[in-house]
């Protein structure tokens, strides 16, 4: 008799966690619908990115430490994506960065930026746009590349301030 509960408890455990499973699939899928084509197929890039971290921890090729960076930084980039998405009601997104606080040096070279100076909405280098922080585990500091276009325009504007001066 006591067997027959306990495989009971176990099918029925089993069954809420494949349950739950799909439905935080479903959800996770319905809440991408609200998005565009670009966006979606963004948000499915972080997904297969996430996939191959996934895999190579798996398979030890890389350190927890690595994992867990890397994991936090792609959630870092999709609720950046997302809330993109949802400010602009546009089907684009740029091209975005997320660097840890000693990662700067990535994007700026030798003389990143001071981390307490960043404004929102602020240009650096004619090259980023700051967008903000998140925190997923740790802080991670997101930019948008400025596209060709923006960057030739801001250079043009600070050539027209200089020559005015």
């Keep these: ?7 009971l408890f176990a099918f029925g455990l089993a069954a ?4 739950t499973s799909v439905q935080a699939k479903h959800t996770r899928q319905r809440s991408d619908d609200e998005f565009g084509p670009v966006v979606r197929a963004y948000l499915g890039y972080l997904k297969n990115e996430q996939e191959v971290v996934d895999d190579r921890v798996s398979r030890r090729e890389v350190s927890a430490a690595y994992y867990r960076r890397n994991s936090n930084r ?14 602009s009601h546009n089907d684009y997104l740029p091209e975005l960065e997320a660097v840890s606080g000693n990662e700067m040096n990535l994007l700026f070279g030798s003389n990143p930026p001071h981390i307490a100076t960043l404004k929102a909405g ?5 090259t980023f746009r700051f967008l903000g922080v998140v925190r997923a585990g740790e ?6 590349r400025l596209d060709p276009y923006e960057q030739a325009e801001l250079t043009e504007k600070a050539s027209a301030l200089r020559r005015s001066q």
């Design 122 to 126: 602020e240009v650096l280098r004619n």
């Design 139 to 144: 802080n991670f500091y997101l930019f948008a």
């Design 1 to 7: 008799m006591a067997t027959i509960r306990g495989r």
């Design 74 to 87: 792609i959630r870092a980039l999709r609720q950046m994506a997302i809330r993109l998405a949802r400010e």
């Design 16 to 19: 809420f966690c494949a349950f």
